[in-house]
């Protein structure tokens, strides 16, 4: 039987890395500066790229089951913190100037929030609790699913304004934070408007997601007629630890 796999590799290497071989070196020579930050869910139906259309060098990923984002500190406990560990490096060292939380319609992450998740996933079952505000007190009917999809990334962006790194730049405003449901079956990211108080299709917004408050030095007025109490904690405090 053929190693598709080994195939695919070969044809990268033959075919397409000859296209971005400038590119690359480049980026070797230099090193990267990627300007966002990407926490994206782990579905393979997201392609951030093809979004995004960004190349090589542009987007600092990190993905996960649900696009979820651990708390910045109290979780120290020897475990391994990958995604925050992502968020540490791309605020602090690639100085990004974005963070995109992207999170998808039919998400199986979002949909385990109203079922039994099997007690032998226990790493996903401690996981999943990141999300577990996102979940409604009703059935999880397609609507009910989307909202919770929308609510869960509204919920990581409250979680990254907990990141004293992230809370500081975006007050200074070297760094905005960006909300985004991508709707599988449209082709449509869906991108959070704090002033609409919920989300807007790309092709009617006039800018690429906002977090889950306005900036208070700029916009204070409008953020207080804004009730985004239904979206979580939009009082999210800095951790001091
Ligand atoms: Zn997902």
Request: proline content about 6%.
């Amino acid at each position: 039987m053929p190693d598709e796999l080994l195939q695919r590799l070969r044809r990268f290497h033959d075919h397409a890395f000859p296209r971005y071989e400038a590119q690359f070196r480049e980026l070797v020579d230099d090193g990267q500066h990627p300007t966002t930050l990407f926490i994206g869910c782990s579905d393979s139906r997201l392609v951030p790229y093809l979004l995004t259309g960004a190349g090589p060098g542009e987007l600092f990923m990190v993905r996960n089951v649900g696009a979820l984002v651990p708390p910045c500190c109290g979780t120290l406990d020897g475990g391994h913190h990958g995604t925050a560990a992502a968020i540490e490096f791309a605020v602090l060292n690639l100085k990004v100037r974005r963070i995109v939380v992207c999170g998808h319609s039919h998400c199986g992450a979002m949909k385990a929030l109203y079922e039994d998740v099997p007690s032998e996933a226990k790493n996903l079952r401690v996981w999943l609790d990141l999300a577990r505000d996102a979940a409604l007190p009703v059935q999880p009917t397609p609507e009910a699913l989307r909202r919770t999809e929308q609510r869960a990334v509204v919920l990581q962006l409250e979680r990254l304004m907990e990141y004293p790194m992230v809370r500081s730049r975006v007050e200074r405003g070297e760094l905005t934070l960006h909300g985004w449901h991508y709707v599988i079956e449209d082709g449509e990211v869906h991108v959070f408007d704090v002033k609409a108080g919920g989300f807007v299709p790309a092709s009617r917004s006039s800018h690429s997601g906002t977090g889950p408050f306005l900036d208070t030095t700029t916009d204070a007025a409008a953020f207080s007629e804004v009730d985004t109490t239904h979206w979580g904690r939009v009082d999210a405090e800095p951790c001091t630890e």
